[in-house]
């Protein structure tokens, strides 16, 4: 009987992982493939899936807003995760929004958990531990910076990159705060609970997260965390008396900034600018990096943008949608090849597979709303505008075309217009040619297939038809194939918006993960 039931939980949850994964598809079709399940928590779970125009693996959170605290709760992580930028905070890519599901979408780490790094009973070395804490401690500290209290800090949230390097993640149970703000919620990972949790008093978020930092350090150097009894009564009493055993071999150093985290009351901890400045951190002149400035970026990264004009995205909609952090594909996009071009990939695009959504050849270029040009020309107008000239400019543009018409052959000579002048459109008006993604035809390269985008030096330059394909009276003209420095290089100057900061979300009536 047992056996049986045992199988129909097997059925019924391999069947919610496929509605699951097809609600998925759903939302984001077009964008991303879904490729399985890779975790799941109290209140969400978490997909791998590929980003399709890039062919970078992704990871999608599935996070259900339910309602009431539900809602306030989900409603709090995104908000709290658009405001982050930071080298050891796992990056937000896109956020899709359905009335019932937020899908967000980050960085794939391909390391995994560092928990599944760190050997039982010896665990790191010394100097493989101080880099992969000093990474986390940056992290926290940047959170604290910016008026944020993790509260959930532990070796399951942190995970490796493909360069090994470490990133905090999972911030549903983050909360924002004010100095000397105390919180009442209870929640949190037991094994890392200060004493104030433990005693049910209202706590100081950030010695929280530096208790729980000095927990995640002993796991780190020894393979175990400090406080396991064979009760969660045992286990509390240790934490409460600060009692725990260190190896003899550990630096003096190392014991020390362990001793100084672990401190029973909460104002003589460390803050974590004096824990990044701690001798056992700092040794050998290295030090973890600093956040970045600003959130913002300053320049627009000029191949990005000519890479994602040739997937179809206007130059104009995708600057915005990265400078203001709206979080949407366009800037998805861009993120995600920035992530390439860092690791030395270059720019790579996927050609479009059967059934993807199909982008245009030549996309429109969007024209900034304070740049002003002519009205549009009809396709049987010629290129150029006119408008009466006087009398002694219509001698020397006669005089121009006559030894013109002397130095060509016959049947190419033109028919002039006495009495006009011409004037070149300006260069914002070309469009981008898709050299780089051919459309599908019978010599184009099978599906599924990656190439770098780079600008075609060539293709700068209007090219020559060939000798008798000139019609006298018509004009041709060629789309270039790179996009207009000028107006690129305005991008890269032109200061990005910034949104006025809104109000801190409330988080008092949710319960513990």
Known sequence: MSRESSERSVVRRVRRDL?????????????????????????????????????????VKVLRKGAGATLSWVLSELDILKGLEHPHVVQLLEIVETPGTAYVVMEHMAGGQ??????????????????????VASAVGYCHAQGIAH?????????????????????????????????????????????????????????????????????MLTGSVPFTGASYEQAKEQVLQARYHLPFHLSDEAQSLVSWMLTLEPAHRPTLQQILGHPWLSQDGERCPSPPAELLPKRADTSILLAMLDLGYGLQETWVSVATRQFNQAMATYLLLGH????????????????????????SLCIPSNLTLGPRWGVSRPAMRSWPLSACEQQQQQQQQQQQQQQQPEELKPSGQVGSRRASLPAIMLCSLSASVPAPGPTAPLPGSSQALAPDPSSSSTAQPPAGSRTPGLTLVRRMATCPQDWLRTLQQTPAPRDPPGPAPTRDAHGAK
């Open 19 to 59: 509605a699951a994964s097809s609600s998925l598809e759903e939302a984001l079709t077009g964008r991303y493939e879904p490729l399985g399940v890779v975790g799941q928590g109290s209140f969400a779970k978490v997909f791998l899936a590929r980003h399709i125009l890039t062919g970078t693996k992704v990871a």
């Open 151 to 219: 509260r959930d800090v532990k070796a399951e949230n942190v995970l490796l990159d493909a360069a090994g390097r470490a990133k905090l993640c999972d911030f549903g149970l983050a909360c924002r705060f004010r100095a000397g703000e105390k919180l009442g919620l209870l929640c949190g990972t037991v094994a890392y609970w200060a004493p104030e949790l433990h005693r049910r008093e209202p706590y100081d978020g950030p010695a929280v997260d530096v208790w729980s930092l000095g927990v995640l350090l002993i796991l």
């Open 114 to 135: 560092l928990g599944q790094h760190i050997p039982e009973v010896v665990g790191l070395w010394e100097d493989e531990a101080r880099v992969l804490f000093g990474q």
């Open 340 to 363: 390439q071009k860092t690791r030395g990939a270059g720019c790579q695009v996927r050609l479009q597979m059967p059934g993807w959504p199909q982008v245009g050849p030549c996309p």
